[in-house]
């Protein structure tokens, strides 16, 4: 492994953005935090790159936020108010810009995702997990209410199931995971690279101008009352109807032949 915080490797039109802290379970501390945030600001506007799939180097995937660097912070000034309020901020923006990015980011979880970690999964569009990966946001357990990680788990699971999780700290393992919807699947763990990368190509496969208005289209119309869905949603089909690759799309179709997209 390379000493860089984060490793991103594309081929096949798929970005593998590594996590590589491995000796410290891959914590969210300031620099991987600011490390994350800039390599998927430099693939948002790569234009060979269709989908990213983000896992962790090492045993697991991502313990959340390193603990010993937020005591560090805690001692430093005004009993570290400061030092949390933008320490959170910034792995709130982080968060936000997964959704927010034009290429679909799947995450690839082994071991374990706890606190933020969990949230990172959570905030991910798709997740595949190995059968022996386990999630939990269990700050509880040491006294902090995982507060910020409870905005994704909650826009994923049912109220309850995320409520309980947040409220005993305890894991879930990755079969009941994908029954509550925080995973998509789950397979062995000697298959989950492989499982990953079939997905991410399944769907870099696809027309990437339509993925990117429809990734779109999908967060904006979640909690838009139906009337305002269906306009929205409506006028972004409008916009992928008029490019020149779904009308070639729509032909090859008819035409029963294979369709000839530059996007």
Same mark, same amino acid.
């Given at each position: 492994?390379? %000493?860089?915080?984060?490793l &991103?490797?594309?081929?096949?039109?798929?970005?593998?953005v590594?996590?590589?802290?491995?000796g410290? /379970?891959?914590? /969210?501390?300031?620099?991987m935090?600011?490390? /994350?945030?800039?390599t998927?600001?430099r693939l948002?506007? %790569?234009?060979?790159?269709?989908?990213?799939?983000?896992? #962790?180097a090492?045993?697991v995937?991502?313990?959340?936020?390193?603990?010993?660097?937020?005591?560090?912070g805690r001692?430093?000034a005004?009993k570290?108010?400061?030092?949390?309020?933008?320490?959170? +901020?910034? &792995?709130?923006?982080?968060?936000?810009?997964?959704?927010?990015?034009?290429?679909p980011? !799947?995450?690839?979880?082994? #071991? !374990?995702?706890?606190?933020?970690?969990?949230?990172l999964?959570?905030? &991910?569009?798709?997740?595949?997990?190995?059968?022996?990966?386990?999630?939990?946001?269990?700050?509880v357990? !040491?006294?902090l209410? &995982?507060?910020?990680?409870?905005? +994704?788990?909650?826009?994923?699971l049912?109220?309850?199931?995320?409520?309980?999780?947040?409220?005993?700290?305890?894991?879930i393992?990755?079969?009941?995971?994908?029954e509550?919807?925080?995973?998509n699947?789950v397979?062995?763990? +000697?298959?989950? @690279?492989?499982?990953?990368? @079939?997905l991410? *190509?399944?769907?870099?496969?696809? /027309?990437?101008?339509?993925?990117?208005?429809?990734? *779109?289209?999908?967060?904006d119309?979640?909690g838009l009352p139906?009337?305002q869905?269906?306009?929205m949603?409506? +006028?972004?089909?409008?916009?992928?109807?008029?490019?020149?690759?779904?009308?070639?799309?729509?032909?090859?179709? !008819? %035409?029963?032949?294979?369709? %000839?997209?530059?996007?």
């Amino acid at each position: 492994m390379s %000493d860089d915080l984060v490793l &991103c490797d594309v081929a096949e039109r798929v970005a593998t953005v590594t996590m590589n802290r491995p000796g410290a /379970l891959n914590a /969210l501390s300031d620099a991987m935090l600011a490390a /994350l945030e800039g390599t998927l600001a430099r693939l948002e506007g %790569d234009p060979a790159v269709r989908v990213i799939v983000l896992r #962790g180097a090492g045993k697991v995937f991502c313990a959340g936020h390193d603990l010993k660097e937020m005591q560090a912070g805690r001692a430093a000034a005004d009993k570290g108010a400061a030092y949390f309020a933008d320490l959170f +901020a910034r &792995c709130g923006s982080l968060m936000q810009r997964i959704p927010r990015m034009p290429q679909p980011v !799947i995450a690839q979880v082994h #071991g !374990i995702a706890t606190a933020a970690g969990c949230q990172l999964v959570a905030s &991910c569009d798709m997740a595949v997990a190995a059968a022996d990966a386990r999630f939990g946001v269990n700050g509880v357990n !040491i006294g902090l209410f &995982c507060s910020t990680p409870m905005v +994704a788990l909650t826009r994923n699971l049912p109220r309850k199931q995320a409520f309980e999780m947040l409220t005993t700290g305890g894991f879930i393992p990755a079969e009941r995971a994908r029954e509550v919807g925080l995973v998509n699947r789950v397979v062995p763990p +000697a298959e989950l @690279e492989a499982a990953t990368l @079939e997905l991410a *190509r399944t769907v870099a496969g696809k /027309l990437g101008a339509a993925v990117r208005i429809g990734k *779109r289209a999908f967060y904006d119309q979640i909690g838009l009352p139906l009337d305002q869905a269906y306009a929205m949603t409506g +006028a972004a089909m409008v916009d992928n109807m008029l490019l020149r690759d779904t009308d070639e799309g729509i032909s090859a179709f !008819i %035409d029963k032949r294979k369709p %000839d997209w530059a996007l």
